[in-house]
């Protein structure tokens, strides 16, 4: 349809909308109009994706001084739904100008990295990102290019070198391109398909990419830099954005990345004099530039299209400074590395704890090794323009230096908002010797605050959010809008229930006191046993951690739950290795897909719970084992929630509850992916039946916990699902959907009135081909 909102003309590819969609649109559009940032939550399965693309891409259309949309997706096949829904969305809006000649023409595409889009026989073949990367760098750099030229024995990439040929033909025509459209495309027209996106970028009006692309700074120097500030960007299903903050600024150091930066040290050494034996004018020459203050931009702009020579973004003050003298001769800085990394290795040998700042580090670093704060900013910069000046391709083989670099850099430039811990123990396991120095990152608005101060205007949704107003606090900002959207719905496809006894009235609970013990074991088996007998197709079950889950199977073994459970359903257990859950996964669906059904055991902020869907029959029930609070003895958590206390006046517990529930809700959420789903949720734990848990769950789960479904006991929790399963095993009328849906007449009759809320109805439908999230 085509409707008008507020004046603005909106594109939407599909024949009703659902009112929560034109409501996310109102607050949407108002946040741009604005040019200020929003916080926005929007029900699971109710097409937030298409709502965002329609009317940003309309927004677009009817503004033509706004920048490009940059689109933050958290995996690979979510940023090819996206791209797939916006050409859909491209195709449908073109229809509309087919008599005036055609739309305005767009250009879209997909960014990832070489690993996803190499077409190198040999080198898409390496297994790991850094493998792939170190392989294309072996056939791409500058100086391999040129010696190939007078050797006809050194290798390079035909694509790179077909894309280079082809000067400014080299580009992509307007259009909308996924990862899988690239890939084809250059094999066709044999370019290199990273290459090529990272250059048509520039020119894009919508592009996708990952989370890291933006926030980690080592990449976004390379990738967003020249990016203009009327861009509109977008970190879609955002719920965990802090973490992914604190992850992308800091670096954990142990043994092992210590003595391998001692090796690449040695080999930098060896080098070098190699280099003056043979070259000696490429020493020099990089001395000069760096002596001219030109490093920052001219050391690193040649080979920017290179990640592995990614450069932190430092604060403008620093840009402006030269590199310091002491470390702009090679022989030097390498002295400098040798110095710093005996430091560290004297740090890591310690016998207890120790918890620095920042500043009392650099202190004890200058009276160790006389070494300031200020050079250590520069660290990492000098070490990507030594590597480049000394041609070193093998860039795979100095991760342990780039490790230390990267911490030298963080350390000298935050003079807060971090902690510097040394445990010579495992925290979990204090019998097991595993020293480590880990600089974390204790404030997540250090690494947003370049991002919202760059662009004008930057939206975070999700849903997810609840409780939606701690974001502000923690992430720094103040946003123009805030909206938590309700869904609606034609009959009751969510059913939320709390479960707090076992059949024998015993209170079951993974509290720390309560999760070993054998009752609440065995009633949490014989819950979802007795489940298993009742629910069709797909369990998926979520545990707080890994150890728990394994203890606790393993005690179901010992008796004889999980035999009996197997007797109903096939049982599948999510593990830590990437390959064997995978291979799980599709087992599951099988199973699911052949009518024998089958129970899913994940843990809560793994891979599973935060990117794989359970639609369908592979998730007609999800069960929360417990509240999934953080391991609250870490001490990297116990620094954190000190600093949030004394800088942003959050308290410990409202913090770690916001966080468990938000991991908790995330989990559940992924049994319902559209209107026409339906699922049980049951949070199995007797801690949800309090208020400051429960209010703290997404509105569009709690409309739907009905008192009756409160303080259940495991036979009361039967009687619903039975009662559930039955109600939506029922035909339903799908002509019914037209209550909760809007025309296109009759969103073109609201734009003259006030904006309706979208109201809290009960129950889930589909529209007839309607969308889905």
Request: charged fraction near 25%; aromatic fraction near 8%.
């Amino acid at each position: 349809m085509r409707f008008q909102l507020e004046g603005l003309t909106v594109y939407f590819p599909y024949e009703f909308i659902y009112p929560e969609q034109y409501q996310y649109m109102l607050e949407l559009k108002h946040a741009l109009d604005a040019k200020g940032h929003c916080l926005l939550e929007m029900p699971t399965g109710t097409g937030k994706t298409i709502t965002l693309l329609s009317l940003i891409t309309s927004y677009q259309l009817a503004h033509p001084e706004v920048g490009k949309l940059i689109y933050c997706t958290r995996t690979v096949p979510e940023m090819e739904k996206v791209l797939a829904e916006l050409k859909e969305l491209m195709q449908y809006r073109q229809r509309y100008f087919e008599e005036s000649g055609g739309a305005p023409p767009i250009l879209a595409l997909g960014l990832s990295s070489r690993k996803n889009l190499c077409i190198h026989p040999k080198v898409m073949e390496e297994g790991s990102r850094e493998s792939v990367d170190a392989g294309c760098m072996r056939l791409t750099a500058p100086w391999v290019r040129e010696r190939a030229q007078n050797d006809a024995d050194i290798e390079t990439c035909g694509f790179f070198e077909g894309l280079d040929g082809a000067g400014p033909d080299g580009r992509l025509d307007p259009g909308v391109y996924t990862l899988h459209d690239l890939r084809v495309m250059g094999r066709k027209r044999q370019w290199c398909p990273y290459f090529l996106a990272r250059h048509m970028i520039a020119y894009a009006n919508v592009v996708v990419y990952n989370y890291q692309y933006m926030i980690d700074p080592k990449v976004s120097q390379m990738v967003s830099r020249e990016m203009e500030r009327e861009c509109v960007v977008v970190f879609d299903e955002a719920h965990n954005i802090d973490n992914v903050c604190i992850e992308a600024l800091s670096v954990n150091l142990r043994q092992q990345a210590l003595d391998s930066a001692g090796r690449n040290i040695a080999t930098l050494r060896r080098e070098i004099e190699r280099v003056k034996e043979t070259d000696a004018g490429r020493l020099k020459a990089e001395y000069q530039r760096l002596l001219s203050g030109l490093q920052a931009q001219g050391a690193l702009e040649e080979e920017d299209t290179q990640r592995w020579l990614a450069n932190p973004a430092l604060p403008e003050d620093v840009l402006r400074e030269a590199v310091p003298g002491n470390i702009r001769r090679a022989e030097h800085f390498l002295a400098f590395l040798q110095r710093f990394l005996a430091f560290l290795r004297q740090r890591l040998a310690v016998t207890q704890v120790q918890n620095d700042t920042p500043a009392s580090f650099l202190q004890a670093l200058q009276e160790t090794v006389q070494i300031e704060g200020k050079t250590l900013r520069f660290c990492y910069d000098r070490l990507t323009s030594l590597i480049k000046t000394l041609e070193i391709t093998a860039s795979d083989d100095f991760g342990g230096l780039h490790a230390v670099a990267d911490f030298a850099t963080l350390v000298g430039t935050y003079s807060r908002g971090f902690a510097i811990i040394t445990e010579p123990y495992d925290d979990r396991l204090p019998s097991v010797p595993d020293p480590v120095i880990q600089l974390s990152c204790l404030d997540a608005s250090l690494a947003m605050r370049p991002i919202f101060s760059k662009f004008q205007t930057v939206v975070i949704t999700s849903g997810t959010l609840s409780p939606i107003d701690l974001y502000p606090r923690i992430l720094n900002f103040n946003p123009v809008c805030i909206a938590s959207l309700n869904m609606t719905l034609t009959r009751d496809c969510l059913c939320p229930v709390v479960l707090t006894r076992g059949g024998d009235q015993l209170p079951v609970s993974t509290k720390f006191d309560m999760r070993s013990d054998p009752q609440v074991i065995r009633n949490y088996g014989r819950m979802l046993v007795d489940l298993a007998a009742t629910v069709p197709d797909g369990i998926v079950c979520f545990f707080v951690s890994y150890l728990y889950m394994d203890t606790i199977v393993s005690r179901w073994n010992d008796m004889g739950i999980l035999q009996e459970l197997m007797q109903h359903k096939l049982v599948f257990i999510e593990t830590q290795d990437v390959v064997e859950t995978t291979l799980a996964l599709d087992n599951f669906r099988r199973a699911c897909d052949c009518g024998r059904g089958a129970v899913f055991f994940s843990v809560a902020r793994g891979k599973v719970a935060e990117g794989i869907d359970f639609d369908r029959h592979y998730g007609r029930c999800v069960v929360m084992f417990g509240v999934p609070y953080q391991y609250t003895l870490s001490r990297i958590l116990r620094a954190r929630l000190e600093y949030l206390r004394e800088t942003f006046q959050i308290r410990e517990n409202d913090y770690l509850a916001f966080d468990a529930v938000r991991q908790a809700a995330q989990c559940v959420g992924r049994v319902i992916r559209s209107k026409a789903d339906y699922g049980l949720m049951v949070f199995a734990d007797k801690r949800y039946q309090r208020h400051d848990k429960r209010d703290k769950l997404p509105a569009w789960i709690t409309q739907h916990l009905k008192d009756s479904h409160l303080n259940l006991s495991t036979d009361m929790l039967l009687c619903i699902a039975r009662e559930f399963m039955r109600s939506m095993a029922q035909p339903y009328d799908r002509s019914a959907v037209g209550r909760t849906l809007l025309s296109e007449a009759a969103v073109n009759a609201l734009d003259t009135a006030a904006p309706p809320a979208a109201p809290a109805a009960a129950g889930g439908a589909s529209a007839a081909p309607m969308q889905t999230d």
